[in-house]
């Protein structure tokens, strides 16, 4: 069975933010940051909290990479530890199984861009009458909402959209963004993601939020869109950089209409040359950039035709 590996500090306030910004790198659905000692419910909302009471916590997967991971955390903490004091991390194991639940304790609603908001599927709330909601039981997908690719890839799904498009998202996960093109009035949507988990939770997710009719979910990846004719208005990459390029070679450009745009998120800031060199040789424009901390968004478009 597949195994993750919790890492948790306990931290001040002022120490949290760092740190939960720093394990983002290498957690998985990215880190939360918790009151250590009191459930968040019993606090007043505007008590700040004492020194010495968050937990900031994050996952990644448990396999032959664990120790230099674990190494690379370490370091990454010692070097901030001679700026700021900080405790050692501590690390568990989590059973695949368990792993689900043990997330849920800790996803919070989040609020993205101007009127997104991802909520927690057992969390109820109150909506603004034009916010997009949407309900996410991330399950074991990656796309909770919580890592910053993902939200820099809401930003710009947010700014790019009009109702009738034909969107693409490639590497659904949990079908975060294939819900957010839906519910902007997508005309339809396709997800596609290597990882038959991820089908499964993106086609539960749609229809959780009522937009299963929009949405076709299939397990496959470029090849399986590319040997069809379907092109697409608008394109969402949130995979990583060296996916990206690796996909630009084999003709990653081709799925995107001329006149088409589309998103490229995963991208560490150091990667973004290389990936806007790829998307050239792959027929697409890179036009602008987004950042948020290392990670860089790209957006592309491709030239009209003749
Ligand atoms: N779109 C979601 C999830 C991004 S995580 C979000 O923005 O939050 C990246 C996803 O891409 C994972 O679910 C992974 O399984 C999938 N993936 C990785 N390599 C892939 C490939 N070559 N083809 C298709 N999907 C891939």
């Known amino acids: 069975m597949a195994q993750w590996v919790e890492v948790s500090l306990r931290v001040d306030g002022e120490a949290a933010e760092a740190l939960a910004y720093e394990l983002q790198r290498w957690c998985h659905q990215g880190v939360a940051v918790e009151y250590a000692d009191l459930p968040q419910d019993k606090l007043d909302e505007d008590q700040v909290p004492p020194p010495e009471m968050l937990i900031v916590r994050g996952y990644f997967a448990h ?36 792993w689900g639940e043990a997330w849920k304790k800790h996803y919070h609603p989040v609020r993205i861009g101007r009127r997104i908001l991802i909520r927690p599927a057992w969390i109820d709330l109150q909506p603004q009458p034009e916010d997009v909601v949407i309900a996410l039981d991330p399950g074991m997908a990656f796309g909770t909402g919580t890592h910053p690719t993902t939200q820099l890839c809401l930003e710009a799904l ?20 294939a819900i957010a093109a839906a519910k ?7 997800a596609v993601d290597i990882d038959p988990l991820a089908v499964k939770i993106t086609g539960e997710n749609a229809a959780a939020n009522g937009v299963a009719a929009l949405i076709q979910a299939h397990t496959g990846s470029l090849e399986t869109l590319i040997t069809s004719a379907r092109r697409f208005d608008l394109a969402l990459v949130n995979i990583l950089a060296r996916t990206i390029i690796a996909m630009c070679a084999e003709h990653l450009g081709d799925l995107v209409r001329p006149g088409g745009r589309a998103i490229f998120s ?41």
């Not at 990936?275 to 957006?299: F, H, K, M």
């Open 63 to 98: 396999d032959d990479r664990t120790p230099a991971t674990q190494q690379a955390i370490n370091q990454a903490i010692g070097y901030m530890n001679m700026l700021y004091p900080m405790p050692q991390p501590v690390y568990h194991i989590v059973d695949d199984e368990d």
């Open 158 to 177: 947010e700014d790019l959209m009009q109702p009738g498009l034909d969107v693409i998202d490639l590497g659904c996960g949990s079908g975060i963004l």
């Open 184 to 190: 902007m009035q997508a005309a339809k949507v396709v």
């Open 266 to 306: 995963g991208i560490i800031h150091d990667q973004a040359d290389d990936v806007e060199a790829a998307l050239r040789r792959t027929g697409l424009l890179p036009v602008a950039r987004r950042q948020q901390g290392d990670w860089v968004l790209i957006e592309a478009r491709r030239p009209p035709a003749e």
